[in-house]
């Protein structure tokens, strides 16, 4: 299994509404990514887990709250999000994260908030 | 600032011609490159990449690229293009201090006309 699913493919909630983004891997990777990538623009890194762990957080707002339950699961938890955080939520996973780089990428989570 | 730049925003060709998209970035220190292609309604998915050894790497599809290092640049080609490489292609680049950050170049879009 070489790939990196999404779910929900595409998800519209208001501006008090809490959601969850759900990305599953089963290549034994053990980094994961989430990036936030606008219309036309490219995608843009929020946070890395490493091990389980949360290794970067690209000053990310805390209504965004990612999770990492085990080594295959990364959520993203979404709490009074902003119309502009509408745009494509992209997860990926590679396999370490160390300065190896080559990340495999998931479909993405289209979000629109009202 | 340290940046990803593809200078080419949308580039048109008819069908057999060929293809040179450009990336230049600014890191001081040693990086992994890479592309990255996005086809209409797909993910991201690994087009080539460099880490180290030889400067023209070949990828899927008919794609390479060559790492200039003294231009900071690794220009992505294609003898002739089909119209089914009509996508998005961002330029990415790993700088190795030990995390695993990839950062993106703005993306250039390609349309083949048959």
């Known amino acids: 299994d070489t790939e990196v699913t999404q779910t929900p493919k595409h998800l519209v909630m208001g501006m008090t509404n809490k959601k969850s983004l759900k990305c599953e891997q089963h290549?034994?990777?053990?980094?994961m990514y989430w990036y936030k990538q606008k219309a036309k623009k490219p995608p843009e890194l929020m946070f890395v887990y490493s091990y389980e762990k949360l290794s970067i957080n690209e000053s990310v707002p805390s209504r965004f709250s990612p999770e990492c339950p085990n080594s295959s699961l990364l959520n993203l938890h979404l709490h009074a999000l902003q119309p502009e955080d509408s745009a494509l939520y992209l997860c990926?996973?590679?396999?370490?994260?160390?300065?190896?780089?080559?990340?495999?990428f998931g479909p993405g989570t289209r979000l629109t908030v009202l | 600032a340290q940046s990803v730049s593809q200078h080419n925003h949308h580039v048109i060709l008819s069908e057999a011609a060929s293809l040179e998209l450009g990336c230049n970035y600014s890191?001081?220190?040693?990086?992994?490159l890479f592309w990255y292609v996005q086809y209409p309604g797909q993910h991201l998915q690994l087009l080539l990449k460099y880490f180290s050894g030889d400067p023209l790497v070949k990828g899927i599809k008919g794609f390479e690229a060559e790492f200039i290092k003294s231009k900071f640049s690794f220009n992505l080609r294609k003898p002739s293009v089909q119209w089914s490489d009509t996508a998005e292609y961002f330029c990415a680049v790993n700088p190795q201090t030990g995390a695993n950050n990839l950062f993106f170049g703005t993306g250039t879009r390609l349309t083949v006309i048959p």
């Open positions: 990926a996973s590679s396999p370490t994260s160390g300065s190896i780089g080559e990340q495999f």
């Open positions: 290549m034994g990777h053990r980094a």
């Open positions: 890191y001081g220190g040693t990086v992994n």
